[in-house]
C-alpha cells in the first residue's frame, strides 16, 4: 500500500460491496464499476478481505492474500464470495440484508518472517498490528489483525491457526512453518 485511502474511497467500497451483495442475494449479477468513476487508487492491484457479521457474529469472510486485480473489483468480487460462498455459512438471503455489516479489510503484500525456534517465533509476533499467515507443505491459513481481539494469547492464536490450516494445534512448536505477516487498513459501515 503506497497510500491510505481517503474517506471518499472507503465509502465507495463500502458502497460497492453492499451493491454487489444485495444484487448476490436477489440473484442478479453485480454490476461492474465504471472505471471512469474510480480513483487511481482503486484502480491500483490490490488484495482485500470482505467481512460480514450480524449483530457482531461472524457471517461471511473471503479475501486474498496478494493483489492481483484492480482494488475495486477485488472488494466487489470478494463481497459476493463472503455473502454467497463461505462454506461455513448458507448463502445470505434477501431477509438478512438490512442486518448485514460490512468491514472491509486492505492488505499489504506479505512478509516472510524469520524466526530460529518456537519460542523466537512467539518474540517476533506483533499482536493487535500483524495479520498471520501459516504454511506448511501444500496447506496454509490467515488471521487478519482484527482476530487478536478474540484471542490475544499468541500462543493460542497460533494453535487455532493450526487448526484452521487442519493441522495439529502444536504443529507450530514441532515443526517448521514458513510464516509470513501483513498489515491491514481496515474499516466498516457506520452502525
Known amino acids: 500500500m503506497s497510500t491510505t485511502l481517503t474517506d471518499g474511497e472507503k465509502q465507495t467500497l463500502l458502497r460497492i460491496a453492499r451493491e454487489a451483495i444485495e444484487h448476490a442475494a436477489r440473484g442478479g449479477k453485480p454490476p461492474l464499476s465504471d472505471p471512469s468513476s474510480l480513483t487511481p487508487v482503486l484502480l491500483e492491484k490490490g488484495a482485500s478481505f470482505v467481512t460480514l457479521t450480524i449483530d457482531g457474529r461472524l457471517r461471511g469472510c473471503i479475501g486474498a492474500l ?24 448458507p448463502p445470505v438471503s434477501e431477509s438478512e440484508l438490512s442486518d ?67 493441522e495439529r494445534g502444536n504443529l507450530w512448536r514441532n515443526a517448521r512453518l514458513q510464516v509470513y505477516t501483513y498489515q491491514v487498513e481496515e474499516f466498516q459501515e457506520a452502525r
Do not use: N
Not at 499468541?154 to 487455532?160: D, I, S, Y
Open 66 to 89: 496478494e493483489a492481483y486485480q484492480p482494488l475495486a473489483e477485488d472488494v466487489r468480487e470478494h463481497a459476493v464470495s463472503a455473502a454467497m460462498e463461505d462454506p461455513r455459512f
Open 100 to 166: 448485514i455489516r460490512i468491514e472491509i479489510s486492505r492488505l499489504t503484500a506479505p512478509k516472510e518472517l524469520e524466526y530460529s525456534t518456537s519460542d523466537d517465533l512467539l518474540r517476533k509476533l506483533r499482536p493487535h498490528i500483524d495479520g498471520v499467515i501459516l504454511k506448511h507443505g501444500q496447506r496454509r491459513a490467515t488471521f487478519l489483525p482484527q482476530v487478536w481481539e478474540k484471542i490475544p494469547d499468541p500462543v493460542e492464536f497460533l494453535e487455532q491457526l493450526c487448526y484452521k490450516m487442519g
